[in-house]
């Protein structure tokens, strides 16, 4: 009995001994727990996602929001490149902005992680965007009309360079013709082109940046004469 005794008392102190030692605890922290916020998911603000660019320059402003409630000096770990998959770009970015060169006609991929003044880290998704090239939209297939001989056929232009255009089936006969475009003025010309067997053929017009049409007038020659004149029209396919 007097061993029952002695555990029933030893039960009876030991929550009483506990109880102030956590009321010891909370009064030496002051009760106060400190909890740090980590950055919130990264948005993106420019170029929106997805997005066709038209630039002036070789460069773009890649830009991000995202906010910490600790007020935390922004850092982010830039990844940006023509892979879906971009690599690092730049490291510890401070900021909520970078400046990336960029060639035209070409898709880019980018993304950020931010970290926190205490090492959390915030991923953020991949974005996307891509370079308008002016050229881009007169590349393809086109129907060629000529109005006044009742007359149209398919003609393909390929990209030759940032304001060049070349196709191997001018005037429906195999010749390759070269359009120079003018992307100030909206204009084209292909000069005086010598084809095969005595031919020859020059031709200007104007250009809609927004649809990739040409209209142009054409002259044909036969050794060195007047052929046939008229009107092109390109009408992409």
Same mark, same amino acid.
Request: aromatic share 14%; net charge neutral; with cysteine.
């Given at each position: 009995?007097?061993?029952?005794?002695?555990?029933?008392?030893?039960?009876?102190?030991?929550?009483?001994?506990?109880?102030?030692?956590?009321?010891?605890?909370?009064?030496?922290?002051?009760?106060?727990?400190?909890?740090?916020?980590?950055?919130?998911?990264?948005?993106?603000?420019?170029?929106?996602?997805?997005?066709?660019?038209?630039?002036?320059?070789?460069? @773009?402003?890649?830009?991000?929001? $995202?906010?910490?409630?600790?007020?935390?000096?922004?850092?982010?770990?830039?990844?940006?490149?023509?892979?879906?998959?971009?690599?690092?770009?730049?490291?510890?970015?401070?900021?909520?902005? @970078?400046?990336?060169?960029?060639?035209?006609?070409?898709?880019?991929?980018?993304?950020?992680?931010?970290?926190?003044?205490?090492?959390?880290?915030?991923?953020?998704? !991949?974005?996307?965007?891509? !370079?308008?090239?002016?050229?881009?939209?007169?590349?393809? $297939?086109?129907?060629?009309?000529?109005?006044?001989?009742?007359?149209?056929?398919?003609?393909?232009?390929?990209?030759?360079?940032?304001?060049?255009?070349?196709?191997?089936?001018?005037?429906?006969?195999?010749?390759?013709?070269?359009?120079?475009?003018?992307?100030?003025?909206?204009?084209?010309?292909?000069?005086?082109?010598?084809?095969?067997?005595?031919?020859?053929?020059?031709?200007?017009?104007?250009?809609?940046?927004?649809?990739?049409?040409?209209?142009?007038?054409?002259?044909?020659?036969?050794?060195?004469?007047?052929?046939?004149?008229?009107?092109?029209?390109?009408?992409?396919?």
């Amino acid at each position: 009995m007097k061993n029952m005794k002695k555990i029933n008392l030893i039960f009876t102190i030991l929550p009483v001994l506990f109880s102030l030692f956590a009321l010891q605890s909370c009064t030496k922290e002051d009760g106060k727990i400190t909890v740090f916020h980590s950055f919130t998911a990264p948005t993106v603000a420019a170029p929106l996602d997805e997005a066709t660019v038209k630039i002036t320059g070789t460069t @773009i402003d890649l830009k991000w929001v $995202t906010t910490d409630k600790d007020g935390d000096a922004p850092k982010a770990d830039i990844y940006f490149g023509t892979s879906n998959q971009p690599g690092l770009y730049k490291a510890a970015n401070s900021g909520l902005s @970078i400046t990336v060169p960029v060639e035209l006609g070409k898709t880019y991929y980018w993304k950020v992680t931010m970290k926190d003044a205490n090492g959390v880290m915030t991923y953020g998704p !991949i974005w996307s965007f891509t !370079i308008f090239e002016p050229v881009g939209i007169f590349v393809g $297939t086109f129907n060629a009309d000529e109005p006044a001989e009742d007359y149209s056929y398919d003609v393909s232009f390929v990209k030759r360079d940032a304001t060049t255009i070349v196709t191997d089936n001018y005037w429906n006969s195999g010749w390759t013709g070269v359009f120079a475009l003018n992307f100030t003025t909206n204009t084209y010309s292909m000069p005086l082109t010598n084809f095969s067997a005595s031919w020859s053929g020059i031709e200007s017009g104007t250009i809609d940046p927004n649809t990739g049409k040409m209209v142009g007038n054409y002259t044909i020659r036969y050794k060195g004469n007047v052929y046939e004149t008229g009107v092109h029209t390109y009408t992409k396919k």
